[in-house]
């Protein structure tokens, strides 16, 4: 569980000036304004604050609203229609609203009819939240933490618990905003919302969500977690993992205790998981953070690297548990379950190479594998990619070679990688089509056999240079 910032407790917000000055206005207005959501949730965990939402109370009309912020910055209506407004003011983006009623009246996350009502009490506007954490308000003018639903007490205790039963049901996706919190915070369920969650799971309520919401919970969950594996396990828990039928089959399926004496194919994913996240985590400690879609890339990727053992797993005679073939199996799975989140081709695509090859760091190791396999790696992933996969596959298990914390074959592959120029892309070509013509040679198909021909040398260093194989060229395809 994250470490609670005592401080948070009886500290005020601190907040833009801007916010101030304009809360200062709408007092003179006989309206309040109060920060509201993650923000003040995150300010009570010690966490940095990047967005603000500020609700106003007392107010008779979003034109009112409009017209006060006008003064202070520009106003952009989108969001008007659902009583929020965007407020922008040197450089910095703020959202405003009115309370609002909220009616369920068709399917859906747009299926509700809304309407703002500024004369709404603080605990009655917040009843329609998600859960406690995210139900505490900061009222800026008073000062003052409001908290009607005991927010603060479940982040002490570490605790997700939803408001409300009735408003909590009519929108499926708090299911996945729930195990993405509890991953994010290494917070617990409390039993009534576990309760309520797997109803909603049973009755089928989460069939009706778009993969785009569920996606973003997701990647939420990825990205801000430092255990990963305590939201996956949150949905084994609740059922959650029956629409991703991938990984649901990894659950008990038996390897080998030689290898993986940590129990089975789930146990070891959820271990590369964290893993994972770790590495990710202090890349970014030592100053070397990685762009969002890249760290998404190795935590899918290790994510799915197993699943082919659930089709692949066998028991010899002798009781030895093999997967043979399981690198191969997953990548159409991982396919599958991929797309099911995303229509996010060039990346669902950019995946596969890293579950295909997983295993190619330890095997080209224990091969003292020469320069032209660890080339020809590289011509089907990039090598750096696959040895940051490949580790966290070899330290997510509780081998003594594991708990070491060191993965000798994959520092072996990359420093042989870098010296060969390899490590994330394929040697470079010596000859081009361009050069073959002025050969003499007129472009056919024959273009292709020759290029390849002389590429295959290169990788086996028996072509080093342009002028050696320009000679080569001569010699077996120019007629003299």
Known sequence: ML?????????????????????????????????????????????PIKDYDIEVYGLSSMESLEEILSHFGSVNLVGKSFGVLKFSHAGEEYDFSLPRREQKV?????????RVDGSMSFEEASRRRDFTINAIGYEIE????????????????????????KTFVEDPLRVYRAVQFGGRFGYRLAESTKVLCRQMVDSGMLESLPKERIYVEWKKLLLKSR?????????????V??????????IGVAQDPKYHPEG?????????????????????????????????????AILCHDLGKATTTTFDDDGRIRAIGHEEAGVERTGTMMYRLTNAH??????????????????????????????????????????????????GRTTPEALS???????????????LKVERKPMEKLLQGRDLIALGLKPSEQFKVILNEVYELQLSDRLTTKEQALEYVRERFVRH
Request: hydrophobic fraction near 40%; aromatic fraction near 8%; charge should be neutral.
């Open 405 to 419: 914390g060191e993965y000798k074959a994959g520092e072996w592959l990359l420093e042989r990688a870098r010296e």
């Open 142 to 165: 008073a000062d003052r933490f409001l908290d009607p639903f005991g927010g603060r007490a479940d982040i002490r205790k570490g605790v997700i618990r939803h408001i409300d039963d």
């Open 264 to 300: 089975d194919v789930w146990i070891h994913t959820m271990m590369c998981l964290d893993v994972m996240a770790d590495q990710i985590a202090k890349c970014r400690e030592q100053g070397a953070d990685i762009e969002e879609r890249q760290k998404l890339k190795y935590l899918f």
């Open 3 to 47: 470490n609670v910032r005592r401080l948070g407790y009886n500290s005020a917000m601190k907040l833009p000036e801007i916010l101030q000055n304009i809360s200062h206005t709408l007092t003179r207005h006989h309206a309040r304004a109060i920060i509201v959501g993650g923000s003040v949730r995150d300010h009570f965990l010690g966490l």
């Open 346 to 395: 060039d990346f669902i695509e950019s995946i596969l190479p890293l579950v295909a090859y997983h295993l190619r760091p330890s095997q080209l190791y224990r091969a003292h594998a020469g320069n032209k396999a660890i080339r020809k790696l590289a011509l089907k992933v990039n090598i750096e990619e696959l040895v940051m996969v490949a580790r966290a596959d070899f330290l």
């Open 241 to 250: 993992l029956h629409y991703f039928p991938e990984l649901e089959a990894l």
């Open 227 to 239: 255990k990963p594996s305590i939201g996956f396990e949150m949905m084994k828990e609740l059922g």
């Open 106 to 114: 068709g399917e859906g996350h747009r299926g509700f009819d809304v």
